[in-house]
């Protein structure tokens, strides 16, 4: 199989299955061409299209890890002069992985969504959504050059803000769309500019084209500095993946996003759109090599984003923002991982936080659900005798993400800290640190969540239980849930106090069979995936000739000497810093919240300052709302008054009608219809002429 070329259209038909599910569910199934299909065929032809694309991509990898592989134009959209534009695929270890990941998680999320949206009147314009999401990661992970990169980057999004906006009856989403579009469109300007300057001296968006011309581009400088061409460049396009992958300061849009359902927020957070910077930097390695500086860049705002993300987990209540906050956290960490030139890392750490961050975001669906949609953790407690299917999902996800040992995150989490220890690069030791204590914090908020759901006293069912942020839907786009909140929504209206959730003696259930079914599938490859793959991925020949890693960057090199196989790896890792700082994260959230809760509130009235800092999210909203919103209204308000309402209007158009007014006002006291009066005046006239033309006149 060795040197085989895949078949084109086979890999053509992996975006294209969702795709076409989607135009289905999305122009059949909904009012743009009359309802013409119901539910039921709108979610089959949904999931069967991404079900196409899970066992063509299985196909694809497998083909791929034996030898075959594909780079080649699938459709020539246009040429001028030399410059080509086209649809082309580049298929190999790093993208069927990822082709695997998205399909896979994507799946999953469409059987969980039969569930969770089963009473929502925008089912199936739900599922034409994702499956249009799915076809633009794919697109994007498939691409071989800039362009069909750069659609796919927009093309996810724009579905982004059309799923963060689904419940577009509500204000906050509306808000948080915009928002999330807005930031985007601050990295795209970045993003776009970097593949403006490698086109412009390239000559070519070719990707295999470019990296061929990356010693001369090295050489070059900006024009009119002496900064490095490549340094420019690299750093553009990272600004791109700030946006996208929601990195410090472009992070803001990401827990916003929860005004979304919740099994897109599994998809936006796991294996699309988020992972879309991780990837790109990884496939643009052999030109982020040639700049520290670049790798300098990312490496500090990776290890910015994993530790003061990580931080605001700790305060929230409500439990799809706690796993947010963690997606945050976790983006940095991968983000470190690629500033220290250990790509494979990252990309190992985004296969493995695929799986359990999906989990972790379903299984909080499932609480939602079975709390009927009450989100704030203040709320629940002991569901696990309610719940055991959602409850042991979430603790082997809970698990995986604080890095315990054998589960997957562990083997990608403490690579990507062991990396770091061996760079060298200015801000490696700022890196270090805040991998480290990441690891305790991360520890500490997913089990202060985990203890407050699934353990100690039953807090439901309360009649004056904390009050939540209102993440519902508005009535008739509710997602599954009891009838309980139905039958009180318009008292909820009448008074703002009134309960939301269990009713005084209504207990949780579990969740149905097309809920807890894709816990239980992505339960499997939380716990397993990195123990089989670490191997190969990381120390294998797996992305031999795709990630390239320079020779004066040697964390790659390291870490392949110091690992001896995957139960040595966990075996050594129960006597590492980063095993007992995770522990001791869980033992003080053990404390602070089963055993002696005045821990917290002794915390929170003597560091009061902090946590209304936390509580906040650094003002980073505040600073943004003034400085950048304000200064744009600001601008937008001088343009209007002197440059719209004094300069065009007052000057050019009404100054112009006055001086045309004026003039003929003048002229209309000339015009007075007697014959006299214009003769007299021509007499006046030639008499002028006569005098003024006198003294030119010759002398007789």
Known sequence: MAGQLLNPNLLLAVPLAPLAGAAIAGLLGTQFLGNLVGRKTSHTATILGVLIAFILSVQTLLAVMDGATFNGTIYNWMTIGTLKMEVGFQIDSLSAMMMCVVTF???????????????????????????????????????????????????????????????????????????AFLVNRVGDFGFILGIGLLLAYAGTMNYQEVFAKKDELALLSLPGTDWALLT?????????????????????????????????????HAATMVTAGIFMVSRMSPLFELSDTALSFILVIGSITALFMGFLGIIQNDIKRVVAYSTLSQLGYMTVALGSSAYSVA?????????????????????????????????????????????????????ALIGTPLFSG????????????????????????????????????????????????????????????????????????????????????????????????????????????PLVMLAIPSLLIGYLTIGPMLHGDFFKGVIFVGENHPAMEELSHEFHGAMAMAIHGLSTAPFWLALSGVVAAYYCYMVNPRVPAWFFAKFHAIHTLLDNKYYMDKFNEVVFAGGARLLGNGLWNFGDKKLIDGLLVNGSAKVVAWLSSLSRVLQTGYIYHYAFVMILGVLGFLIYFLPFWPAK
């Open 105 to 179: 998680v994507s799946l999953m999320v469409h059987i969980y969504t039969i569930g969770y949206m089963k009473d929502d009147e925008g089912y199936n314009r739900f599922f034409a959504y994702i499956s249009l999401f799915t076809f633009s990661m794919l697109m994007l992970v498939m691409a071989n050059n800039f362009l069909q990169l750069f659609f796919g980057w927009e093309a996810v999004g724009l579905v982004s803000y059309l799923l963060i906006g689904f419940w577009y009856q509500r204000p906050t989403a509306i808000v948080a769309n915009m928002k």
């Open 232 to 268: 420019v460049a690299c750093i553009c396009l990272f600004i791109g993946a700030m946006g996208k992958s929601a990195q410090f300061p472009l992070h803001v849009w990401l827990p916003d996003s929860m005004e979304g359902p919740t099994p897109i927020s599994a998809l936006i």
């Open 347 to 399: 990309v190992f750490h985004l296969m493995t936080h695929a799986f359990f961050k999906a989990l972790l975001f379903l299984g909080a669906g499932s609480v939602i659900i079975g709390m009927h949609h009450d989100q704030d953790i203040r709320n629940m407690g002991g569901l696990r005798k309610y719940m055991p299917i959602t409850w042991i999902t979430s603790l082997v996800g809970s698990l």
């Open 410 to 517: 562990f083997y990608s989490k403490d690579s990507i800290i062991e990396a770091v220890e061996a760079t060298h690069i200015w801000g490696a030791g700022f890196a270090q640190f805040a991998v480290l204590a990441g690891v305790f914090v991360t520890a500490f908020y997913s089990f202060r969540m985990y203890f407050l759901v699934f353990h100690g006293k039953e807090r439901f069912g309360q009649a004056h239980a904390h009050g939540h942020d209102d993440h519902h839907a508005p009535k008739a786009a509710h997602g599954a849930h009891g009838d309980a909140h139905d039958d009180h929504h318009e008292e909820e209206e009448e008074d703002d106090h009134a309960h939301h959730g269990l009713e005084p003696g209504q207990k949780p259930h579990e969740s149905p069979f097309v809920v807890w079914f």
